[in-house]
């Protein structure tokens, strides 16, 4: 960087003055000390004192110092050089404090999530087996069918939370595996369904192309919304419908709740989560954030819109398969 300074200054000198040349030698120190550290700041300190000194001091190309007020002003650039040095470098050194705050606030905010979403199903399967286990004998058949399937009920929701842990790690990581294929839109609706659970209208025609998609990934980003359809949604009815729209298919997941406030793009951040009825603020609000990381990593999109009259809107996009191949994606 040095250099290209030197080389800057050298075909601007018939337009600067001396002075004005030395400001050339300033930007390679600031960027050293942003990048990489006092250290390198410094040495390209000295780099720089000794380029100007080699370059423009009079006797000219060697380093000698013929005059003591280009001595004095050698020896005032090395200063600059080396303040510059220190402040960047506390510049740089406060981004990276910054950096580790934010880096602790989301472990904590990830540690409450967790802890919250743990603590209800544990203790719920903690109580179901311990019931067996001493009361095995006041219970019924029936009632300890009904106990084992509670228990069945919440081993799945902490798998299910394990498994959004994982994806979420592997999203930071940039880790998320994409095998893209041509798939069924039907197929992908009939998945998600099948994982998340809710009763929906569906309005789906028949004449819809392939996509571009990777099955697993589009059909957890479905269930994904279905399930925040389901939880916010107020017990309202919710409607699947898919159509085509110029190359794209648009799959819409649709409420009649409370809608999604004045600002729905907030829901996509990490950690923002809807309040249910109780006050509680439930989930870890990162299924939105997957569903959207999701199709994004497919080539496709999720965008969230208040409905007119009230409720919630959500649109999978994908890339019809035709379309996909012609760019070759």
Sequence with gaps: MVGVA???ALLGEQWLDAQSLSLFFVVPIVIAAMRYGLGPSLGASVLSVAAI?????????TMAVARPQDL???LLFAAVG???????ERARMADAARLEAARERFKAELLAGVSHDLRTPLATIVFTLQSLQKFASDHSAEARAELLDLAESEARRLSDLVETLLSASRIEAGQ???RLEPASVSDIVDAALAEAGPDVTLTIGGDLPLVSADPA???RALANVLLNAAKYGKGTSISVSARLDNHNVLVEVADRGPGLGENPERLFEKFVRGVDADGRA?????GLAL??????SQGGSLSAANRDGGGAAFTLSFLSWSEAARHGN
């Design 6 to 8: 030197a080389l800057l």
């Design 53 to 61: 000194n080699f370059l423009f001091v009079e006797p000219r190309f």
């Design 72 to 74: 004095a002003a050698l």
């Design 82 to 88: 080396v303040l510059v040095s220190f402040v960047a």
């Design 176 to 178: 998320t595996p994409v």
């Design 217 to 219: 990934l589009a059909t």
């Design 282 to 286: 439930p989930g870890l609000g990162l």
């Design 291 to 296: 569903a959207r990381t999701f199709m994004e």
